[in-house]
């Protein structure tokens, strides 16, 4: 099993700009999230999904959509992007919609000038 | 708002001491988890600790949960340079609707000296 993939590893946008931060799991999980990490502030949770077709928001959600068309996929899509969302991201996944054990993925680095 | 708070902020021991972690958090839980992440990666997970349970141990790691006081430790024995990371707690509730989230703290720098 591949775990959590994200794409792309690092990009760099202009403000306004807008792109889609893509993540896949291979395990059946039911349970995606989004995670933002600034320094000093650990991680902070943009939006989650509990199954395909579902979505919520989660703690910074602002200026950010997500779907949930399969189960393997959960892209995160910045629709204008600011120099406050200059940010590591990352995407995780767990097989109960509990919230149990999370498994990470490797992370994104967005740069916005 | 950050549910989990980790103390210290930063700890630096040598190798071969033991390392304290301390979480405390602010709502009920469902359970609470610890993460590790080395410099520039993503985060793996330690060890998970239900609202149920007051302890337990995996390897060098324990950990206790104290819901009366509403706070965790992770304790890491015999510490290596390896072990040199960033440790986060991480709290899971539903605040009283039917999904839950993952609340992380803003983790413990652990330097372990050679």
């Known amino acids: 099993n591949a775990g959590v993939t994200q794409t792309p590893k690092f990009q760099v946008l202009k403000t306004g700009q807008s792109m889609t931060l893509q993540c896949a799991q291979d395990m059946n999980h039911e349970y995606m999230s989004w995670y933002r990490q600034d320094p000093g502030m650990g991680l902070r949770l943009i939006h989650y999904s509990v199954g395909a077709g579902i979505t919520d928001q989660g703690e910074v959600p602002n200026g950010y959509n997500v779907s949930r068309s399969t189960t393997e996929d959960f892209p995160l899509r910045l629709l204008s992007a600011a120099p406050s969302q200059t940010s590591v991201y990352f995407c995780?996944?767990?097989?109960?919609?509990?919230?149990?054990?999370?498994?990470f993925g490797p992370g994104t680095r967005l740069l916005v000038l | 708002s950050q549910q989990g708070e980790e103390d210290p902020q930063a700890l630096s021991i040598q190798e071969g001491e033991n390392a304290t972690m301390n979480c405390s958090y602010k709502t009920s839980i469902n359970n609470l988890q610890w993460y590790r992440q080395n410099s520039g990666r993503g985060l793996v997970h330690l060890i998970l600790?239900?609202?149920?349970?007051r302890e337990k141990h995996s390897g060098r790691l324990r950990v206790t949960l104290d819901t009366s006081k509403k706070s965790s430790s992770l304790l890491i024995t015999a510490s290596r340079a390896a072990d040199t990371a960033s440790y986060f707690c991480?709290?899971?509730?539903?605040?009283?609707?039917?999904?839950?989230?993952?609340?992380f703290g803003k983790g413990t720098l652990l330097t372990v000296n050679p």
């Open positions: 995780a996944s767990s097989y109960s919609g509990k919230v149990e054990t999370q498994y």
């Open positions: 991480a709290t899971a509730s539903n605040s009283g609707g039917s999904n839950y989230k993952l609340t």
């Open positions: 600790i239900r609202s149920n349970e």
